[in-house]
């Protein structure tokens, strides 16, 4: 059954650096997300993509994040100066219509 | 934009028994309403959705009823299993423009006791 896969697994990063999260969403999937959540609270959307580019964005998605869709099978978020308040599990989605998201294992992010 | 409040935050049951989750959203333009199950460790799987041209959904041991009306949404789990021991979200959506952004609730901790 095709899946979500999202690399790291874990990243470790010193706060003000950069960090690229990467996910492979799955492959005749048009609609691509990326969603937050910090230890212990909910699930918050960060912003989705279509079409190759940006669909909606949270007040979250700040001028430190930006996504890309590098070369048609990868979703990337990019966190350009990390933050302690960064640190949470990041979690893409993608889904063929506006219909049933489908989410990967999530990357947890732990910024020093 | 969309709120989602979800009670109980947790909720133990003992094995066989029922478990209901309820859920309330703010914004009458929503039209998805999933729910999602997270493992420890794991990302969350959808278990179940429905449309809000529908009022109840059923799918063996799970079943999700929705009040437009009212907006709230509920999630129903028969003869509880101790591997039903999860983290629920609900979540809502309201299909505007671009893709689907989901709004989720804060959880719901089960405890199936064996």
């Known amino acids: 059954e095709p899946e979500v896969t999202q690399t790291p697994s874990h990243q470790v990063t010193q706060m003000g650096q950069e960090v690229i999260l990467r996910c492979v969403p799955i492959s005749n999937h048009l609609y691509f997300y990326w969603y937050r959540q910090i230890l212990g609270q909910k699930v918050e959307f960060l912003v989705s993509f279509y079409n190759n580019e940006i669909s909606e964005k949270s007040e979250i998605f700040d001028d430190q994040f930006s996504v890309e869709r590098p070369d048609g099978s990868n979703f990337t978020l990019k966190i350009r100066s990390t933050k302690l308040e960064d640190s949470a599990m990041y979690f893409c989605a993608s889904s063929e219509d506006r219909g049933e998201q489908f989410f990967g294992p999530g990357t947890r992010l732990t910024v020093l | 934009g969309e709120n989602v409040e979800q009670h109980p935050s947790t909720l133990s049951v003992q094995e066989g028994d029922s478990a209901v989750i309820k859920c309330t959203y703010s914004?009458?333009?929503?039209?998805?309403f999933p729910w999602y199950k997270q493992e420890l460790g794991k990302g969350p799987q959808l278990i179940i959705d429905i449309r809000s041209n529908v009022g109840e959904k059923k799918d063996q041991r799970i079943a999700v009823t929705l009040n437009k009306t009212a907006k709230h949404f509920s999630l129903h789990i028969t003869e509880t299993q101790p591997e039903d021991s999860a983290v629920y979200f609900c979540?809502?959506?309201?299909?505007?423009?671009?893709?689907?952004?989901?709004?989720f609730g804060t959880g719901t901790r089960l405890t199936v006791i064996p």
């Open positions: 914004d009458s333009a929503s039209n998805y």
């Open positions: 979540a809502a959506s309201g299909g505007g423009a671009g893709a689907n952004n989901l709004f």
